[in-house]
């Protein structure tokens, strides 16, 4: 278990720094309610309601030659993708190694009906990830990229040991705090709230429950807020 950073958010220019600190003004109870429908309005909406266009750029294929070289991927691989969105991360990974088996798990239906088409017939709809029935190590990895936080503490921490059992290799990416001052401007932040722990206690909890896979701690600094 260790903390690895592929870069995802290190890709950040500094006008989107900008542009997301005078989005912190806008996170009102509204704005929040619209975006925990995960639907039209968090995806494809007002920018304040959430992504405000999620269209597809390429740019995790920046972020997979990392990722395929640490855990060893290669085309007989299996991977998971937990919260798949429209798919982009399995659609990149199938372009950097053809032929790889890439499956996806998503919680809400807009993005999968939304999804790029060379991938969407292998996301599944789960109610909730919690449901995630696959056999021990049935995947070679499996990726959860800011997602798993938006649950309860309790089904959070039923879904990381879900990973834990099905895949052989784990990375899951959970927002951490140093500070206070730093978990204040996240809550203001956040449109789903979730799970937030400090760093030292999200490590505890890894030990607590049997968590052997690598993570990333998201925070303000990732964000740029």
Known sequence: MSHFDYGYFSSNKKS?????KKLLKSRTIKRKVLANELDFDYYDGDRKNGYGGFKYDGRWKIFLNKIIKRYNLNKNSKVLDISAKKGFFMHDLTLLLPGIKVYGVEDHKYPIMNS???VR???????SFCDMNYK???FDFAHAHNAIYRYSFKDLIKIIRIISKISKKSHITIPAYDNNKERLKFYDWS???GVLLKKNEWKQLFNEIGYNGDYYFSGTKSFGI
Do not use: P, V
């Not at 989107?16 to 997301?20: D, V, W, Y």
């Open 191 to 193: 449109l789903h709230g």
């Open 136 to 138: 021990k190590d049935h």
């Open 116 to 118: 790029m088409k060379s």
């Open 121 to 127: 017939n292998n996301i599944k709809f789960l109610n």
């Open 16 to 20: 989107n720094k900008e542009i997301r």
